[in-house]
């Protein structure tokens, strides 16, 4: 079945450095989108990308799309300590008949202050 | 801003209990979604709608079942609670851009259901 690889699993980092991470997959997506989840919380969305190629900011935060559809990386600029959560990427695609959503498992980020 | 309700939040019940959590959205979606949680872990589909009177099971089995008579109304009902139902649901909506085939999906805060 499609897959999602989402790197790092867990990131620890100093408040002010930048952030990477990204997802890859052998499936080609239509749509890329990026969530943040709190303890608790449902997934809030961050950015959501439409075509290959696309780069988006949202303040802090830029994302792309990949030329080849098969992936996505999201950055974030001068981290703060209320970056602290899960990022998820989620890839839709067309299979057997009907859109569907593939997640990643997810991005745990520690900001130590 | 996605305008997307679950109730309730929290959830204690104890085991063999019929359950309903309520979702609804005021954003007139077409698609709506239930997804399981275990903490920290990946999202799995467990059921979607494509309107309303349709409903759909999704890649994980459940034993859950959902309805879907109103546009922004999808509860999800288990007939007999138990403690491998622990876990938590997750509620969403989308819509679509363009032609039809890019969609932006948007989640509900959840419910955190522990069953004894």
């Known amino acids: 079945g499609q897959q999602l690889n989402q790197s790092p699993q867990s990131m620890f980092i100093q408040e002010g450095e930048d952030v990477s991470m990204n997802c890859t997959s052998s499936?080609?997506?239509?749509?890329w989108l990026w969530y943040k989840q709190e303890p608790g919380e449902g997934p809030v969305l961050l950015i959501a990308l439409y075509k290959a190629g696309e780069l988006t900011s949202n303040g802090r935060l830029t994302a792309q799309f990949g030329i080849t559809r098969k992936d996505s990386f999201l950055n974030i600029s001068a981290s703060i300590p209320s970056d602290v959560g899960i990022y998820f990427c989620?890839?839709?695609?067309?299979?057997?008949?009907?859109?569907?959503?593939?997640f990643g498992t997810g991005t745990r980020l520690k900001v130590l202050a | 801003e996605a305008d997307i309700y679950q109730t309730p939040r929290y959830l204690v019940i104890g085991t063999g209990k019929k359950i309903t959590l309520e979702c609804s959205q005021t954003m007139g979606h077409d698609k709506m979604y239930w997804y399981q949680q275990d903490p920290g872990m990946e999202l799995h589909l467990i059921h979607y709608s494509y309107g309303v009177n349709s409903t759909e099971k999704g890649d994980l089995s459940s034993e859950s079942t959902v309805s879907r008579i109103r546009t922004e109304h999808f509860p999800l009902t288990l007939e007999s609670a138990r403690p491998s139902h622990t876990s938590q649901y997750l509620c969403?909506?989308?819509?679509?851009w363009g032609s039809g085939t890019q969609e932006t999906q948007y989640f509900g805060p959840g419910t955190r259901l522990l069953v004894l």
């Open positions: 989620a890839g839709q695609l067309f299979t057997s008949g009907t859109y569907k959503y593939i």
């Open positions: 499936s080609i997506f239509n749509t």
């Open positions: 969403a909506s989308s819509e679509y």
